[in-house]
């Protein structure tokens, strides 16, 4: 008993660098997109306030896109997530 090891390292997952790197591109990707969003909402409803329909419109347009694509590249690191466990 005295002379055994334990090896903790051998049950650990070692996800390669280049993994965590994309991953964290994907969360700086979807971040900003949210942040253009939530901009386009905020001059949608500046908008609004000054009787611009148009443009109102036109910027929840962008907002909505911009939420789009927010989701597409969550998805893509939220897919690499689960498929590592």
Do not use: C, F, W
Request: net charge positive.
């Amino acid at each position: 008993m005295k002379n055994k090891e334990v090896n903790t390292r051998s049950d650990l997952q070692i996800v390669p660098k280049t993994e965590i790197q994309k991953t964290v591109e994907g969360h700086r990707t979807a971040a900003a997109y949210y942040e253009a969003a939530a901009k386009s909402h905020l001059e949608a409803a500046a908008h609004l306030m000054n009787d611009q329909n148009d443009k109102a419109s036109q910027s929840t347009m962008q907002a909505y896109g911009h939420s789009k694509l927010a989701i597409e590249a969550q998805k893509e690191y939220v897919k690499r997530h689960t498929l590592k466990g």
